[in-house]
């Protein structure tokens, strides 16, 4: 594969759409406001931030220059920037390949509730400030089979049908237009649940740590959340520095990206918790959080049907800027490196998606029952992915820049025209992914699944 035939982001405001099109997405709205909540409110949320300034940023820019140096997928790129001696490297990114299916069959999943809450808005069936209610329509959705898997189905075929027109035009064009809508609607809902009566309670469990709350796990949690948010330790970031144009800022692209992204989710959460106290909801209600809370705020207010329906539209948007890079990861693969057309990866990749996505759907339903390490096969894909996976390639991926690419390779890449030949940023960048994150990832890991 030549390069100049690579498709590729054709404007450095598509680059950066594109990216933020990747890392905000359920995450911020789902996934972000529910662990918050499970995991006692403000410690979690401390070390998460912690996870993503120290961890996730440094991690990001780096992966995403491996991938526009090699300007190839996952796997292939490690073959171009290692030594020959060390093509083992490329295990990286078969443990993305691996990471993108597990995700996208629980996220998929999400993405299909996300849809068929557009319609329940629009029935009036979530009108309600009521938990009990709330929590009926909610089970509903989720305990009919049928159900779940249609709606999982149908944001596969939508997204599927996506990816094959292709990178510049499909996800530039679908993420580029009503991302700031969805901040408009958040700030919104902000300004309601803060008015709420009983609102301060809600920001203080999000503001004010209790740190005796903060184990183990919960930091495993926190980490694995940094990653998932930006996409990265997955070989995400990888696929889509590999169309990053040549003069693109990195640095600056990712920072930008990681700020943005910390801002939805701070908003979802000022969103969410305070009408969580208000409305007498379960702040560790799991999962099903958002999908109760959101609700009852549009309720109380003026033209809540018309927001909540308009909200659940651009969530499912957003959601679909995120699968489509989640996709890209295996179907760069199989193109480049088995020579399938797009239409042919898609579809592969589209049906395995299915079949994984099939377990991950009836958990809440006939298997219900069925769990293995005390998980579901929602909950285990998850955990799999998002502490398991995404770390362990996070490490590997430190590793590998820290300790065989090395400085000046790092400085070349990362500045485009040698500006960043020993600047201060791109030492401090080096040394967080040379020794502080691979460390503090690996005792956070090890501790979080009780190696010791
Ligand atoms: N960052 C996305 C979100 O928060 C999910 C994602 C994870 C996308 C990993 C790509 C890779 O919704």
Redesign the pocket.
Known sequence: MTQSTRDGFTSTFGVLVATLG???????IW?FPYLTGANGGAGFLLVYLLATLMVGLPLMMVETMLGRAARANAVTTFERVAPPSQSAWKVIGWMGFAAALL?MSF?SGVAGWVYAYIFKALSGEIATIDPKIAGAAFGKLVSNPVASLLWQWLVLGITGGIIMLGVSKGIEAVTRRLMPLLFVLLLILCVRSLTLPGAMEGLKFLFTPDFSKITSEVVLTALGLAF????IG?G?MLTYGSYFRGDQNIPLTTTRVMLADLSVSLLAGIAIFPAVFAFGFAPAAGPSLVFMTIPAVFTSMPGGTLFMTLFFILTAVASVG?IL??LEVPVAILTERYKLTRKHAALYTIAAILLLGIPASLSNSLMADIKLFGMTAFDLFDFLSSNVLLPLGGILICLFVGWVYGLPEVEKQLGNHGELQNSPLVKAVFFLVRFVAPLSIAVVLLHGLKVF
């Open positions: 990747s890392a905000v997405g359920l995450g911020n996934k995700i996220y998932f948010k930006l996409s997955m995400c995120a890079s989640l």
